[in-house]
């Protein structure tokens, strides 16, 4: 069963530090680009930040730039989301998707529930 798991929210205060992961079962994502999303209340989805099979990060929001870092372990199956200096208005539920393999054209497009982050003091 493919499934999508995220971990590592939660309450920080600003200025503060959380790790966000994203462990893969029922597939290998070292055939998938990964990437992380968030919404906030009231808010559509956007991208976060996004890695290539090859570990190369691209697509960073401009509002994280400098703070977040997207990173992989291929062999453990998990992708990660080092978010530095928190600020209020990075509260948002984070959400870690799959799309690939990179060698299909219909690729598969997968989503994990979801780990809330809230900042505040």
């Known amino acids: 069963q493919v499934q999508l798991v995220e971990s590592g929210g939660g309450l920080v205060q600003p200025g503060g530090s959380l790790r966000l992961s994203c462990a893969a079962s029922g597939f290998g994502v070292s055939a998938y680009v990964m990437r992380w999303y968030r919404q906030a209340p009231g808010k559509e989805r956007e991208l976060v930040a996004a890695?290539?099979?090859?570990?190369?990060?691209?697509n960073y929001a401009d509002s994280v730039k400098g703070r977040f870092t997207i990173s992989r372990d291929n062999l453990g199956n998990t992708v990660y989301l080092q978010m530095n200096s928190l600020k209020p208005e990075d509260t948002a539920v984070y959400f870690c998707?799959?799309?690939?393999?990179?060698?299909?054209?219909?690729?598969?497009?997968?989503w994990g529930q979801g780990t809330q982050v809230t900042v505040s003091s």
């Open positions: 998707n799959a799309r690939g393999p990179v060698w299909r054209t219909d690729k598969y497009d997968y």
């Open positions: 890695i290539t099979t090859a570990g190369a990060s691209f």
